[in-house]
């Protein structure tokens, strides 16, 4: 069974850093293009990032250029959201997702996905 699990979320206050890992089992990751999102309360579903199966394309949405960056190690299985200079505005759960085969070029749809995770909660605040 495909599953993805999100850690590294927590509180944090404004201006830190936190590093998000998306970590797959029952399925070769490298396999898969796998997104970012998160989801403020009240608010829909956004993109945050993209990284294609082999790492060689990224892709930022406005809000995260500059501050996050997206990796991926296909040995450990395992992809990652280094998150900086973080802002109250950041603070949402936190999903990754994966699709083997890309259909559109909306790199930062939630339609665009498969499989997801459950989500991490990142806080950012004093």
């Known amino acids: 069974q495909l599953q993805l699990v999100e850690s590294g979320g927590g509180l944090v206050q404004p201006g830190g850093s936190l590093r998000l890992s998306c970590a797959a089992s029952g399925f070769t990751l490298d396999r898969y293009h796998i997104g970012w999102f998160r989801q403020a309360p009240g608010k829909e579903r956004e993109g945050v990032s993209f990284i294609s199966s082999r790492g060689s394309t990224t892709n930022y949405a406005d809000s995260a250029k500059g501050r996050f960056t997206i990796s991926r190690d296909n040995a450990k299985n395992t992809v990652y959201l280094q998150m900086n200079s973080l802002e109250p505005d950041d603070t949402a759960v936190y999903y990754c997702?994966?699709?083997?085969?890309?259909?559109?070029?909306?790199?930062?749809?939630?339609?665009?996905?498969?499989?997801w995770g459950q989500g991490t909660q990142v806080t950012v605040s004093s």
């Open positions: 997702a994966a699709i083997e085969r890309l259909t559109t070029g909306n790199l930062l749809a939630s339609s665009t996905y498969r499989y």
